[in-house]
């Protein structure tokens, strides 16, 4: 493998988009069969970023400074050109000038006090994970008790610690979800109009924040055939999409529009797109018109409403590509086939609610 400087310089270049398509497919291949190589591109792409944080900051600050040196330059000039008793203008102009000094350090002091607040926080801080953290409403004692003398004692008398979606990857019982709704996980559930399964956590991707699940009950036969599948190149800007997820009990329709093709801060494993996504939705489907899989809810910027945040279909599909046959129980086999593609959004819907999950989380 490339590197000390050489690998920053290639990294440097994927980045800005200075590679061929030919070079871009090369690296791209690289990144997905390399998680080290992967964690570095990142980095160094949250570098650059704020790199470019205080970059304008201090074109802010030399933009205040040259309107200081211009107003005390203007008014010497004046002070030289006027009679004597037009010298009492300098006051004025001193005021703005301390003013503008003022605003200057103030403004400075800032904009540090916030380059290194990102610096600190990883760039993170207005990104907001949707997990859903279950308030405590528990049934009431009698109730569990009433349970345990009876011996009918269900996993569902206890409320999850934590709530996310999920949607099957293939027929034989994989599930995908976010990673970070399955973090310190004792024991997984899945929940859907079929009934509620035991899951296994089988891999943890924290790269690209995905984690895929295996129902181990052994009432499980099969999910039956996936009517969608992954699209494996990228979505184009102001495109039509959508997303089903449990931000509670009920199944939840949201739909919107691709509004970037680059996620937080300039990600490029992800999409930013305008749906509206609560707390419960990390690890849900966005899907084009068609019913095509472009991407996967990871989280939204709580500091604007309406941006959300999906990791690419097209780099999960590549990383579980490269995912040790060790790993996995048995082979996960994709759909091959979009059977939803013709059908209106109603009756795409109505096929999809078989296939998306409510991921209840115990710790």
Request: proline share 3%.
């Amino acid at each position: 493998m490339i590197a000390g400087f050489e690998l920053d310089e290639t990294i440097e270049k994927y980045l800005n988009d200075h590679m061929s398509e030919s070079e871009k497919e090369t690296f791209e291949a690289k990144i997905s069969a390399n998680e080290a190589l992967r964690a570095r591109v990142i980095e160094h792409m949250q570098v650059l970023s704020a790199i470019g944080v205080y970059a304008r900051r201090n074109k802010v600050s030399a933009t205040l400074t040259k309107l200081h040196a211009d107003l005390i330059d203007s008014q010497e000039k004046k002070e030289m050109n006027s009679q004597p008793k037009l010298r009492s203008l300098r006051n004025p102009y001193k005021a703005y000038a301390i003013a503008a000094s003022f605003a200057l350090l103030l403004l400075s002091g800032t904009l540090a006090v916030l380059y290194f607040s990102y610096i600190h926080n990883g760039g993170r801080a207005e990104f907001r994970e949707l997990r859903r953290d279950v308030e405590k409403i528990r049934n009431s004692q009698s109730d569990i008790i009433r349970n345990i003398k009876s011996g009918d004692i269900k996993r569902d008398a206890i409320p999850a610690n934590f709530m996310g979606t999920g949607f099957a990857l293939s027929a034989n019982g994989y599930v995908i979800t976010s990673s970070h709704v399955v973090r310190d996980a004792d024991s997984v559930y899945i929940e859907g109009p079929k009934g509620s399964f035991k899951a296994q956590v089988v891999y943890i991707d924290k790269q690209f924040d995905y984690a895929i699940l295996k129902v181990s009950d052994s009432t499980f036969k099969s999910f039956g055939n996936v009517p969608y599948i992954f699209k494996n190149n990228e979505s184009e800007l102001g495109e039509k999409i959508y997303t089903l997820g449990y931000p509670r009990e009920e199944i939840v329709f949201g739909e919107g529009s691709l509004s970037s093709v680059t996620g937080y801060m300039g990600d490029t494993s992800s999409y930013q797109v305008s749906i509206p996504v609560n707390p419960g939705n990390s690890g849900g489907p966005v899907l084009d018109e068609k019913g095509n899989l472009i991407g996967m809810i990871s989280g939204k910027q709580s500091t604007s409403d309406g941006a959300a945040f999906a990791v690419k279909s097209s780099l999960i599909l590549k990383s579980i590509s490269h995912i040790s046959s060790d790993s996995l129980p048995m082979p996960i086999h994709f759909p091959k086939f979009n059977s939803i593609s013709s059908q209106d959004r109603v009756k795409q819907l109505r096929k999809l609610k078989d296939f998306i999950f409510i991921v209840k989380v115990y710790n």
